[in-house]
T-cell receptor, first 115, second 115 residues
Framework: AQTVTQSQPEMSVQEAETVTLSCTYD???????LFWYKQPPSRQMILVIR??????QNATENRFSVNFQKAAKSFSLKISDSQLGDAAMYFC????????????FGKGTTLSVSS | EAGVAQSPRYKIIEKRQSVAFWCNPI?????LYWYQQILGQGPKLLIQ????????DSQLPKDRFSAERLKGVDSTLKIQPAKLEDSAVYLC?????????????FGPGTRLTVT
């Protein structure tokens, strides 16, 4: 069975600084997607960034980038130039690459941003 | 494009009572998911529909939980009778079956408190 592990329950960063959130996963599949979702307090979950396992190039979305290490089954999220609005719970998620399959989430990392 | 709608946003009930949640997915999204998110944990899939058929309900406690998606659009999730451990946020998500990225869009969730 696939599992996703986030070993950092809480992280903190100052505005304009860079922070990295860690995620490891376990799967025997070779074709899958990995995601980072953001869940602000009392607000709905939104997709931050996705990575397809077959793509060697790390995904980047503005200030968000990932370090995808397929052999090590590691998928970390780097947030550059942190902003107060980045404060949220961040979830790492896995999905087998087949139409309609559900996401498997980690337990999440709470990120706080201070000014 | 309207997002995933859920109601109610909050519900407080006593144990052994029944409760129902409603979800309206994004128009045109054939796949609908119900996730349970217990405080401090990541969301866990309860049930997944493709149009009005069930794709995966392996983690749904069928002795007390039921769900339906009549006409392949709206969906309801019911708990009867509720237990204290059912206190959680219930998230509804939807996606296009044919969308290669299979991105799931989440609703705001229903926060259930069982006393």
């Amino acid at each position: 069975a696939q599992t996703v592990t986030q070993s950092q329950p809480e992280m903190s960063v100052q505005e304009a600084e860079t922070v990295t959130l860690s995620c490891t996963y376990d799967t025997s599949e070779s074709d899958y997607y990995l995601f980072w979702y953001k869940q602000p307090p009392s607000r709905q979950m939104i997709l931050v960034i996705r990575q397809e396992a077959y793509k060697q190039q790390n995904a980047t979305e503005n200030r968000f980038s990932v370090n995808f290490q397929k052999a090590a089954k590691s998928f970390s999220l780097k947030i550059s130039d942190s902003q107060l609005g980045d404060a949220a719970m961040y979830f790492c998620a896995y999905r087998f690459n087949q139409a309609g399959t559900a996401l498997i989430f980690g337990k999440g990392t709470t990120l706080s941003v201070s000014s | 494009e309207a997002g995933v709608a859920q109601s109610p946003r909050y519900k407080i009930i006593e144990k052994r009572q029944s409760v129902a949640f409603w979800c309206n997915p994004i128009s045109g999204h054939a796949t609908l998911y119900w996730y349970q998110q217990i405080l401090g944990q990541g969301p866990k899939l309860l049930i997944q529909f493709q149009n009005n058929g069930v794709v995966d309900d392996s983690q749904l406690p069928k002795d007390r939980f039921s769900a339906e998606r009549l006409k392949g659009v709206d969906s309801t999730l019911k708990i009867q009778p509720a237990k204290l451990e059912d206190s959680a946020v219930y998230l509804c998500a939807s996606s296009r079956w044919t969308d290669f990225s299979y991105e799931q869009y989440f609703g705001p969730g229903t926060r259930l408190t069982v006393t």
